[in-house]
């Protein structure tokens, strides 16, 4: 079973910026996807950001390109989302996914979930 545990969450400015870590409590050869996905109070968990463990492939969605970048350590088996510009409509709990398989935004598609980190900005 793997665990997922995010950190880095907290309250920021708009225009101010957050990294997000995600550590995994094991790297095995089922995950293959790490994705992050945030969910606002009254909406769905919608997705953010997606990247392969061995080729680095990236997948964002268009809200957050140019703005936000994810990122891996392979040796501490750690995903982390570089957050800059942000907006008050980034403000959501913020969760962190594994899956195997091929690159996706779709959360039903994830395996492994975190127990999510808030992330809260002012205008």
């Known amino acids: 079973q793997v665990q997922l545990v995010e950190s880095g969450g907290g309250l920021v400015q708009a225009g101010g910026s957050l990294r997000l870590a995600c550590a995994a409590s094991?790297?095995?050869?089922?995950?293959?996807?790490m994705g992050w996905f945030r969910q606002a109070p009254g909406k769905e968990r919608e997705f953010v950001a997606a990247?392969?463990?061995?080729?680095?492939?990236?997948y964002y969605t268009d809200s957050v390109k140019g703005r936000f970048t994810i990122s891996r350590d392979n040796a501490k088996n750690t995903v982390y989302l570089q957050m800059n510009s942000l907006k008050p409509e980034d403000t959501a709990v913020y969760y962190c996914?594994?899956?195997?398989?091929?690159?996706?935004?779709?959360?039903?598609?994830?395996?492994?979930w975190g127990q999510g980190t808030q992330v809260t900005v002012s205008s």
């Open positions: 094991q790297r095995t050869v089922s995950i293959i996807v």
């Open positions: 996914a594994a899956r195997k398989g091929l690159l996706t935004g779709n959360p039903w598609e994830y395996t492994y």
């Open positions: 990247i392969t463990w061995n080729g680095g492939v990236t």
